[in-house]
């Protein structure tokens, strides 16, 4: 044979080679903004780049059950997704993209029964096969809880609620996935890879227990099967590739011995994936490439433990909403991955190797322990202040690890010397959501409310009340509700109404802490300040908006309390009015804000003037966020003290601001 000849036949065997490669996982963008015209065409411009599926990405409001001309929605419209409040705003989301075609990711949590509901009235417009739809719910309430913060109802009856979708899906959508257990947020949160194994699975184990009564037995493993899981990749990659394969091992141990379902089929862990935003640095924020690359290395490597659904952030999310080009970066990255390398022609790369298995164990042996503990407090419900505290604790440990450069962050605290980036020139490198898009979108609404019938709506609220009140399965009705033009803050508020309102735990005491290594300067300066005062100094921490990420705020008062201040914290979801009357009644001496959605300018504008008009003016008020750099220099205009962005890490700095703003010897000096 020749050498051509030969050359041609291994050719010809890396082609069959190449045809028996796996096929890749689904490759999404999590995305939404502006509108629900703005963001279909930004759906239909990554699907042409080659994106296999959809994430949705809805506002706060929508998130947490308000219409946009809601007070609570100030400055929150389209600002972290896209505003769903009715059947025309999700027909136009997915207009000229054929349902039954698709997969649909949607992360909605306290309202996923009405999206899904509206997901469904749109399928059937378009004429599709609702039983053969694809996709999943996010519809993970027990985690909002612990992290996220996009909960309504008290835990049991969203746990009821999560059934609810559960057993619907089974019996009328059964490909569709009626329930992420998201650990994702948990990681965002501070938690321990142990941890979030353990309250993950604890989670799952609560929602099966709620699943197994309503099916007959011989149909509860297929039921099972089809609950996923929506995780986390973090920067430590031997650590979090070990840590899904642990994850598949404990969930098939979990549905083998403590529901004991035999088909192997319905044991398999499931999950999707988006990796780490909470690593992402504004600092030289190019590196956050590397690290995202290195992030789906975790979750693609390992053939045992592969992801069914990959999305990336972008590498400036630190800094601001995306820009399409941005995802589009993003993209690529699983594309190149899936389509140039070789990785989906072999077996998995990591079986049989002991430094895997010998962590692999020791992670499973400790979420084994955490499990067992908290099933010793009635399970993932029942633990849900202990499992709050055990985040913000660790959340503190991995931010004073960096403080003190026992963890490195490259550009963070070490290599921070760096040229200026071109990836930031002209547009500051983000996209911004234009001002005039919430009025825009209110308009459309009361057009909506105008135009529908009245007596339909009153007649589908009335029967979402009565399936609510009667502990019956709210699927139908919800999505009987869709058609007839009811709006999503109407359906939530039939849900506080019959369930009521939760405040979730903050996991901050505000007793005295022991956590006081390093801090000897900081308290000595508390204490100093405060005999001027003639009181303790008292800090108030606030979080006005729908805000739910309290990441931030939790460690602001964490840290406060430690250093020997009278912190006050109530949480999540403050109106501005809120805040200011808890400021006059507290007699605070500085108040903080912490607002990572994007609408600071409205919020902080609306509690400077409330503060002004109580008498107020003369606290100092000091701002935390995601903000942009020209939007820091508009709020030090309008009056705020301080403005503080993720590269101002160090809190003890923070700390000893909030010390000097407080001194009526330094106020008085400035």
Known sequence: MSQMQQEHTRDKKVDASDRQADHPWLIRTYAG????????????????????????????????????????????????????????????????????????????NATAP???????????????????????????????????????????????????????????????????????????????????????????????????????AEDFPALAGRISFFVNAGIRFVTEMCKMRAFAD????????RYGIENPKFRRFRYGVQVNSLGLTEQQPENNVYRILIEM??????????ARAVQLPAWNEALGLPRPWDQQWSMRMQQILAYETDLLEFDDL???????????????????HELEMLDGMGGA????????????????????????????VVGVNKFTTTEPSPLQSGDGGIMRVDPATEAEQIDRLNAWREERDDEAVKTALAALREAASKNENIMPASIAAAKAGVTTGEW???????????????????????????????????????????????????????????????????????????????????????IVTAALEDEAHVIGLSILSGSHMPLVEDLLNRMRE???GHVPLIVGGIIPEEDSKRLLEMGVARVYTPKDFELNTIMMDIVTLADPKAVAAE
């Open 350 to 368: 990591f079986d049989g190797n002991p430094a895997v298995d010998a962590k692999v164990e020791a992670l499973k042996e400790g979420a084994r």
């Open 492 to 578: 939530a508020e039939q849900m506080r109404q019959i369930h009521g309102q939760y405040r979730g735990p903050t996991g901050v005491s505000g007793s005295p802490s022991n956590r006081t290594e390093g801090l000897d300067d900081i308290r000595e300066a508390v204490d100093a300040v405060s005999k001027k005062l003639g009181r303790r100094l008292k800090f108030l921490m606030g979080k006005p908006g729908l805000d739910g990420h309290s990441n931030g705020a939790e460690q602001i008062a964490f840290r406060a309390r430690d250093c020997g201040m009278d912190i006050s914290y109530e949480g999540i979801r403050l109106t501005p009015e809120e």
């Open 250 to 257: 404990l969930w098939d141990e979990i549905l083998r011995d």
């Open 33 to 108: 903004h502006s509108t629900a015209k703005a963001s279909n065409a930004l759906y239909r411009g990554n699907l042409a780049k080659g994106q296999t599926g959809l994430s949705v990405a809805f506002d706060l409001p929508t998130q947490t059950g308000y219409d946009s001309d809601h007070v609570l929605s100030r400055g929150e419209v389209g600002k972290v997704g896209v505003p769903v409040c009715h059947l025309g705003d999700m027909r136009t989301l997915f207009d000229q993209i054929p349902l039954d075609q698709m997969n649909t990711s949607m992360t909605i």
């Open 114 to 216: 009405w999206l899904l509901a509206l997901y469904i009235a749109v399928a059937e417009e378009q004429g599709a096969d609702v039983s053969a739809l694809q996709g999943t719910v996010q519809n993970d309430l027990i985690k909002e809880y612990l992290s996220r913060g996009t909960y309504i109802c008290p835990p049991k009856p969203s746990l009821k609620m999560i059934g609810d979708v559960a057993e619907y899906c089974y019996t009328h959508i059964p490909k569709w996935n009626p329930m992420n257990v998201c650990s994702y947020h948990l990681q965002e949160a501070g938690a321990t890879p142990q941890q979030e194994l353990a309250f993950a699975l604890a989670t799952a184990c609560a929602v099966l227990d709620e699943l197994k009564p309503r099916v007959p």
């Open 297 to 306: 290395l975790a979750v693609t490597l390992s053939k045992k433990a592969r």
């Open 381 to 408: 419900i029942g633990a849900i202040e202990y499992m709050k505290a055990r985040l913000v604790d660790s959340n503190a440990d991995r931010l004073g690890r960096i403080e003190a450069g026992e963890t490195t």
């Open 614 to 616: 109580a008498g107020l």
